[in-house]
């Protein structure tokens, strides 16, 4: 029977919704004037400070003007959007705050990436993060004029809310415009950007090179996209770093002759021993996959936590959804069934970002107040396991998915077990998941025995 991949169906992972629903909130870079009216939102208490819902404080002075039309504390979304501008519009300030559900390292890989779909010729400059924040410096152009923008993600002291703070201007006065932010935009009484230098950030920008922007695997770039004849365009071949082509090999004799050269024999090939050059197809289902824990044909091995995952035939790896990094403190697996209109996912992240019962509390209140299309049917927490029963609507179809969060000690991860489907087909794909799929020699489900009867 064939198949099509999950991101084709109906079905759509719990996960993934929670992603997108953060990506939606990240205001476009604009370097126009912003229009302003009166503050009417939920939080200015005069007209230099905003005090947020989430607990925090933001101060600013009066170099700076706010857009008070798209500013302020959304409780339909659950979130905080602050922009700000300075001469003019030229440069500009923003802040969100959400609910902190996943790893900041992951967030923000998925913001940076956001902001290369929407800036002309970026070029990341810089970019890393811990389990507590973390920053992007990117460098674009917009009227044939050179701009700089800084990202930096962070969690406040209660590690509940996740921020993320972008400050954009023209590169030759960026050093000057980051000065402004640290002296007049207060985060709790401390600068809002930490503790970055303006100075060292602007020299990376005029003088650093660019880096591949972290695009979540399974997925290309335009630019990987085009074949390139230059080895150093290529991410696949990694030039020698200490290497200066300007240099000649140490075992080359510079007065050898050409005839010297010719008296060697050339070595000839071996055909019977020669292998066949590896075609795109197999690059793509073979080293690349490897690294991503498919260690062969219905066995996986989560990279860096160790998870391992077992499967029979009906069941088959999505590729495209397959992912590891340690940029983004994730590692994923994504099947769809062989048979049924069902798909399973296998979500982990590292114990140190987030614990069971802070997913379970963030979740709740996305699904309350924000407007994704969730509801949750039903919900418990057994031996410490989290579960839930949920429905969502998508391209007017309604389905549904078993949800099972936990944590596991002895790999210290965070772990996600979902299965979702149609009504007719949830309850047979949940059976054949129990049956054909063990997750560390277990079945995946640990708590859950059937199906719970949809309302």
């Known amino acids: 029977m064939m198949t099509t991949k999950p991101t084709d169906r109906r079905i759509f992972r719990l996960v993934s919704v929670l992603i997108l629903a953060l990506a939606m909130l990240v205001p476009l870079v604009s370097v126009q004037s912003a ?20 607990g925090y404080t933001l101060t600013w002075d009066d170099s700076w003007e706010i857009d008070n039309e798209g500013s302020g504390f959304y409780e339909t979304e ?4 602050l922009y700000f501008t300075q001469d003019h519009g030229v440069s500009s300030f923003s802040l969100v705050a959400l609910p902190s559900i996943g790893s900041v390292i992951s967030s923000l890989g998925y913001y940076t990436e956001y902001y290369r779909t929407v800036l002309d010729s970026p070029e990341l400059i810089e970019t890393g993060a811990d389990k507590r924040g973390g920053a992007s410096l990117i460098r674009f152009e917009s009227d ?13 002291a209660g590690m509940s809310t996740e921020l993320q703070a972008v400050v954009v201007g023209e590169l030759e006065t960026f050093d000057t415009l980051l000065e402004s932010v640290q002296e007049t935009i207060g985060f709790n009484g401390d600068p809002i950007l930490g503790e970055l230098d303006p100075a060292d950030t602007l020299a990376l920008l005029e003088d650093g090179e660019a880096i591949p922007f972290p695009t979540p695997r399974g997925q290309t770039t335009p630019d990987e996209e085009e074949d390139s004849d230059d080895p150093s365009e290529n991410e ?6 200490d290497d200066d082509p300007t240099e000649e090999p140490e075992d080359v004799d510079p007065d050898a002759t050409e005839e010297d050269d010719a008296a060697e024999p050339e070595p000839t090939e071996e055909v019977d021993d020669a ?7 197999d690059t793509e289902t073979g080293d690349d996959v490897s690294n991503l824990g498919l260690v062969e044909d219905g066995v996986y091995q989560s990279p860096q936590f160790g998870v391992e995952l077992e499967w029979s035939s009906d069941w088959e790896v999505d590729t495209d959804t397959l992912g590891s990094d340690e940029d983004f403190g994730v590692d994923q697996l994504a099947m769809i069934s062989t048979d049924l209109d069902a798909s399973f996912y296998l979500t ?10 802070e997913w379970t509390t963030q979740f ?32 007017g179809e309604v389905g549904y998915g078993i949800v099972e969060v936990y944590a596991d000690q002895a790999n210290d991860a965070l772990i996600i077990v979902e299965i979702s489907g149609t009504e007719e087909s ?23 025995e059937e199906v719970p009867q949809i309302p």
């Open 348 to 357: 982990m992240y590292s114990l140190d970002s987030l614990t069971p019962s």
């Open 364 to 395: 709740e209140d996305l699904v309350e107040n924000g407007d994704q299309g969730l509801e949750i049917l039903e919900q418990d927490v057994v031996d410490n396991v989290e579960t839930f029963l949920y429905s969502f609507e998508f391209e």
């Open 78 to 81: 659950l979130a905080d959007s």
């Open 35 to 54: 229009s302003a009216q009166d503050a009417s939102k939920d939080g200015f208490t005069d007209d230099f400070t905003f005090e947020s819902l989430f």
């Open 275 to 281: 292998e066949p050059e590896p075609t795109e197809e």
């Open 144 to 156: 044939n004029v050179a701009y700089g923008l800084y990202i930096r993600v962070f969690l406040d």
């Open 236 to 241: 696949d071949i990694k030039l020698p770093e």
């Open 426 to 448: 949830l309850e047979e794909a949940f059976a054949s998941a129990q049956i054909e799929i063990e997750l560390n020699g277990d079945q995946p489900f640990i708590v859950t």
